[in-house]
């Protein structure tokens, strides 16, 4: 990283120009049948055929836009004294580990970002830590390569988002760490845990936020992402970010694959996103519009459904069916395994699961070339010849994890789109 990179996202599809991720390691395979619950996983994945699919998804990127590693900027950072000392006091009193300050002080800073991530193995060196049935002082981060959960890019502000679950909330702090303090990165960062009057339940997490347009944000309401979460996007970031209408989407809070508003929708073009049309059409799932001026809240209003009221904003949209249109059968499969959640990389350029066939067929169907990321890494396809593309990892363990590819990414600067 040579210039400094000032955050800009005001849209889902600009043409990508910086995105953080971060390559999944050891800490995917610390995860047991016994503690993969309470790491918010339903099953433990296999790590060697997973970064097989995630390198695709990571040589893709690379090769198109400026690809950074979290566990890279988190090594610059610490390497401040004043930002190491910041985060370890900040770790160790969120989870209860004073005792350990002085060992993590004692690390290298490039040691010391790979214990944030792949945790503190437990010396078992008295009667007490013998007897204890966990294996780490300070847990790993096996969620972490989720990138897009813990901040959100919405125009040239960083918010650190307050997770749902306290497994997840040191990757929230290390997103802050970063976009706070990187020399070379230029963004003002918005933290509700900074706030002066902390509520219990306001709580987002990125795969609910949309950045639809420069003035108009989309938000799930979701099990991750609550109501009094998206009144403090309404009061600090919309305000901040001169946003003038939020959208919020109400999603079931069963089964698990709803966890997020991007597992059911995601923008794909100036015209078009990929959509779960169950949900997304459906009148059982409250679709409310907030308009906000002078940031102050002008009105609430309740509307038909999403896309009802993206059409009244001036949004000329396609929804594509996400598992295509033959069958419900092959929707809900493929919603399952993220089939609706696409990242772009520019207007109709996107990557995606090769496991969501029908999905891919209907993208296919309504004009977009498939290529897979094999052929294109190895230099055997020109996306020139092309003006729309969708560029196919395999996904087949990936996606067992419960996400996809906009999932694993956090754009933070993107180029502005004429729509």
């Known amino acids: 990283m040579n210039e400094r990179i000032k955050v800009n996202v005001t849209s889902e599809i600009g043409d990508l120009e910086a995105v953080l991720v971060h390559t999944p390691g050891i800490e995917v395979e610390s995860m047991t049948p016994e503690t993969a619950q309470r790491a918010l996983y339903s099953d433990i994945l296999n790590l060697s055929v997973a970064l097989d699919e995630y390198v695709q998804m990571r040589g893709v990127l690379e090769k198109l836009t400026n690809t950074f ?7 610059d950072v610490l390497n401040l004294d004043h930002v190491r000392t910041s985060l370890i006091d900040k770790v160790c009193l969120k989870e209860g580990l004073e005792d350990i300050k002085e060992t993590l002080h004692d690390l ?15 010396k078992k060196n008295n ?33 650190v988002n307050k997770m749902a679950n306290k497994v997840r909330e040191r990757e929230a702090d290390i997103m802050e760490a970063i976009f706070t303090n990187h020399p070379n990165i230029d963004a003002a960062t918005i933290n509700p845990d900074r706030s002066s009057k902390p509520v219990l339940e306001r709580r987002m997490e990125g795969g609910d936020i949309l950045v639809a347009r420069k003035d108009v944000l989309i938000i799930g309401l979701s099990t991750r992402t609550s109501s009094q979460g998206i009144d403090y996007i309404l009061k600090k970031v919309a305000c901040n970010s001169n946003i003038k209408h939020i959208i919020v989407q109400e999603l079931p809070k069963s089964p698990e694959s709803f ?88 207007p109709g350029k996107i990557i995606g699961y090769e496991r969501n066939v029908y999905t891919i067929e209907e993208l296919s169907n309504n004009g977009f070339e498939v290529i897979k990321a094999k052929d294109f890494i190895s230099g055997k396809v020109d996306l020139d010849l092309y003006k729309k593309w969708v560029i ?4 087949a363990e990936l996606a067992r994890g419960g996400g996809g590819c906009r999932c694993m990414t956090m754009p933070f600067k993107r180029k502005d789109v004429d729509f």
Not at 141 to 159: C, E, K, M, Q
Not at 392 to 395: D, E, L, P, R, Y
Request: negative net charge; charged residues 20%; proline residues 3%.
């Open 127 to 159: 009667l007490t830590r013998y007897l204890d049935v966990n294996r780490f002082t300070l847990d790993p981060l096996p969620n972490f390569f989720f990138t897009r959960d813990a901040a959100s890019a919405i125009h040239g502000n960083v918010l």
């Open 392 to 395: 196919t990892i395999h996904g």
């Open 69 to 75: 590693e979290v566990r890279d900027l988190l090594s």
């Open 108 to 122: 290298q800073y490039n040691e010391l970002a790979r214990v944030f991530i792949e945790g503190l193995p437990m």
């Open 259 to 346: 966890i997020h508003l991007d597992m059911i929708f995601t923008f794909i073009d100036v015209n078009k996103c990929m959509v779960y049309k169950p949900v997304v059409e459906s009148s059982r799932y409250l679709t409310i519009h907030i308009e906000v001026d002078n940031c102050k809240v002008v009105s609430i209003s309740e509307g038909k459904n999403l896309s009802q009221l993206l059409k009244s904003l001036g949004f000329d949209l396609q929804f594509l069916s996400c598992g295509g249109n033959k069958h419900i059968l092959n929707q809900e499969r493929e919603q399952w395994h993220s089939g609706a959640n696409f990242f772009a990389l520019a």
